[in-house]
């Protein structure tokens, strides 16, 4: 079989007539093309990993911002639960102070100590320390999630003690409420008083009787109002009274 051992290239000059002529062997023609190629291939290989690199660097920075938005917001929610706590004391303590007027003992379901776990202090509740690297990011995520999650059950379960008790404090405060409203604490009119709660001689027969009430004199027509409030039992003209007003505090 007949094969190439020689190519042939001639450069054939413009302004000259003379043709130089350059003999390249057939192997060194097929090295170069076997060259060229590989040349081009690390060229795409080259420009392929570059364009890689700089899509990584590029993301990488787009996380790192993201993190540090992240880590910004976590603070600012740090900072809100801490506000949140100091609220949740001061209602405790008026609670208390609501519980000592009115005599309400804890509810058992806001005593802390039937709570199976150990609650964290507010200033202990998120740890993030500056990192560099994902891995270390996603530590500080993972051990940032139990301590909120924490903190969220807490927060839960002291509202809804705060809840009952206060509920508590609420429902004995109208019934006081109530009571007093019903309770007489000023004259149905004004005068002065003829005759005291005691025993009196009667103005009819002259023996000493029980007088279960005040009287009180004025002239006739002057307006009386309801000592506190009440039902109307009765409203009529009475024997020995007069025009009466009976009512049930």
Same mark, same amino acid.
């Given at each position: 079989?007949?094969?190439?051992?020689?190519?042939?290239?001639?450069?054939?000059?413009?302004?000259?007539?003379?043709?130089?002529?350059?003999?390249?062997?057939?192997?060194?023609?097929?090295?170069?093309?076997?060259?060229?190629?590989?040349?081009?291939?690390?060229?795409?290989?080259?420009?392929?990993?570059?364009?890689?690199?700089?899509?990584?660097?590029?993301?990488?920075?787009?996380?790192?911002?993201?993190?540090?938005?992240?880590?910004?917001?976590?603070?600012?929610?740090?900072?809100?639960?801490?506000?949140?706590?100091?609220?949740?004391?001061?209602?405790?303590?008026?609670?208390?102070?609501?519980?000592?007027?009115?005599?309400?003992?804890?509810?058992?379901?806001?005593?802390?100590?039937?709570?199976?776990?150990?609650?964290?202090?507010?200033?202990?509740?998120?740890?993030?320390?500056?990192?560099?690297?994902?891995?270390?990011?996603? =530590?500080?995520?993972? /051990? &940032?999630?139990?301590?909120?999650?924490?903190?969220? $059950?807490?927060?839960?379960?002291? +509202? #809804? *003690?705060?809840?009952?008790?206060?509920?508590? =404090?609420?429902?004995? /405060? &109208?019934?006081?409420?109530?009571?007093?409203?019903? $309770?007489?604490?000023?004259?149905? +009119? #004004? *005068?002065?008083?003829?005759?005291?709660?005691?025993?009196?001689?009667?103005?009819?027969?002259?023996?000493?009787?029980?007088?279960?009430?005040?009287?009180?004199?004025?002239? #006739? *027509?002057?307006?009386?109002?309801?000592?506190?409030?009440?039902?109307?039992?009765?409203?009529?003209?009475?024997?020995?009274?007069?025009?009466?007003?009976?009512?049930?505090?």
């Amino acid at each position: 079989m007949n094969t190439n051992r020689f190519y042939t290239i001639l450069i054939v000059p413009e302004k000259t007539s003379k043709v130089k002529k350059i003999i390249v062997p057939s192997w060194l023609f097929r090295g170069s093309i076997l060259g060229a190629l590989f040349l081009c291939v690390l060229i795409f290989l080259m420009v392929y990993d570059y364009w890689y690199v700089m899509s990584e660097i590029h993301l990488n920075k787009e996380l790192k911002t993201e993190n540090l938005r992240l880590r910004q917001q976590v603070q600012l929610y740090k900072s809100k639960m801490n506000t949140i706590d100091n609220t949740l004391d001061r209602i405790k303590t008026f609670s208390t102070r609501l519980k000592m007027i009115t005599n309400i003992e804890d509810h058992a379901s806001y005593d802390n100590k039937n709570l199976q776990i150990k609650l964290p202090d507010a200033s202990t509740n998120i740890e993030l320390t500056k990192t560099t690297t994902d891995q270390s990011e996603n =530590q500080s995520q993972n /051990l &940032a999630e139990p301590e909120f999650d924490t903190w969220f $059950l807490k927060v839960k379960q002291e +509202s #809804i *003690g705060l809840e009952q008790v206060l509920q508590d =404090q609420y429902e004995l /405060l &109208a019934d006081k409420k109530a009571f007093l409203s019903a $309770l007489p604490t000023r004259k149905p +009119s #004004i *005068g002065y008083f003829t005759s005291g709660f005691g025993v009196r001689r009667s103005p009819y027969g002259g023996s000493a009787k029980m007088h279960e009430g005040l009287d009180i004199a004025n002239y #006739i *027509g002057t307006k009386i109002w309801s000592p506190a409030d009440g039902i109307v039992l009765f409203s009529d003209t009475k024997p020995g009274y007069g025009q009466t007003l009976i009512i049930d505090h």
